[in-house]
């Protein structure tokens, strides 16, 4: 069935260095992969989406390349700040009948330190 | 001005009451989600809605039930509710044929 697999937190980082979220997918549709982002006391919000294999996507000097062949779509960011801590979540969009459903990762936890 | 809305944004409920979870969104998407998020599992689909009138199960429905009065309006019905029931619940909306999500604040459930 349709799954998405991303790295088990919490992940402690200090300012200044670089962040991998693995994430990984299974499904027998033509995916397209997001990341959301989670701040404390909100909402999981957009963070980008990238609907094409080998394609990059970005936001905020976050990165994704959606890797059809390993059917990864890790998560990237060469130096993290403090006001980056917040969860994370890959996600993927099943199509069907009058409409769409994502299924989410499990989420990563960053912390990052001053 | 938020487009997603949840109310209440905290309840306490005692084991075998009934709860109700409401959702309003302003963004006119047809879709309407109900997730519920816990330490371990992310974000899990309980229901969810194609337009006004309709409600389609998700991926754990059992202990919910859903209902889509209009556009705006999506409620989420614990009907007997129990202690494995708390946990903090998110509505979303989306637009007709589009994948993105859109999140409200959520609503902290305790179910003592």
């Known amino acids: 069935g349709d799954s998405v697999t991303q790295t088990e937190g919490p992940v402690t980082l200090s300012e200044g260095t670089s962040l991998t979220v693995n994430c990984s997918y299974e499904?027998?549709?033509?995916?397209?992969l997001f990341w959301y982002v989670q701040y404390p006391g909100e909402g999981p919000q957009l963070l980008f989406k990238?609907?094409?294999?080998?394609e990059k996507g970005s936001n905020r000097g976050f990165e994704a390349t959606y890797n059809k062949e390993a059917t990864s779509f890790h998560l990237q960011k060469a130096s993290v700040q403090e006001s980056d801590s917040a969860v994370y979540y890959c996600?993927?969009?099943?199509?069907?009948?009058?409409?769409?459903?994502?299924?989410f990762g499990t989420g990563t936890l960053l912390s990052v330190k001053p | 001005e938020a487009a997603v809305t949840q109310s209440p944004r905290n309840k306490v409920a005692v084991t075998g009451g009934k709860v109700t979870l409401s959702c309003n969104q302003t963004?006119?998407?047809?879709?309407m989600y109900w997730y519920r998020q816990d330490t371990g599992h992310g974000l899990r689909l309980i229901h969810y809605?194609?337009?006004?009138?309709?409600?389609e199960k998700g991926d754990i429905p059992d202990g919910y039930k859903a209902s889509r009065p209009s556009q705006e309006n999506f409620s989420l019905i614990l009907e007997l509710a129990t202690p494995s029931q708390t946990s903090v619940y998110f509505c979303?909306?989306?637009?007709?044929?589009?994948?993105?999500?859109?999140f409200g604040p959520g609503t902290r459930l305790l179910v003592l």
């Open positions: 979303a909306s989306g637009g007709l044929g589009q994948d993105t999500q859109y």
């Open positions: 499904t027998k549709q033509y995916p397209t």
């Open positions: 990238v609907p094409k294999a080998n």
């Open positions: 996600a993927l969009a099943i199509y069907g009948g009058s409409g769409n459903k994502l299924i």
């Open positions: 963004n006119n998407h047809n879709n």
């Open positions: 809605s194609y337009g006004a009138g309709s409600t």
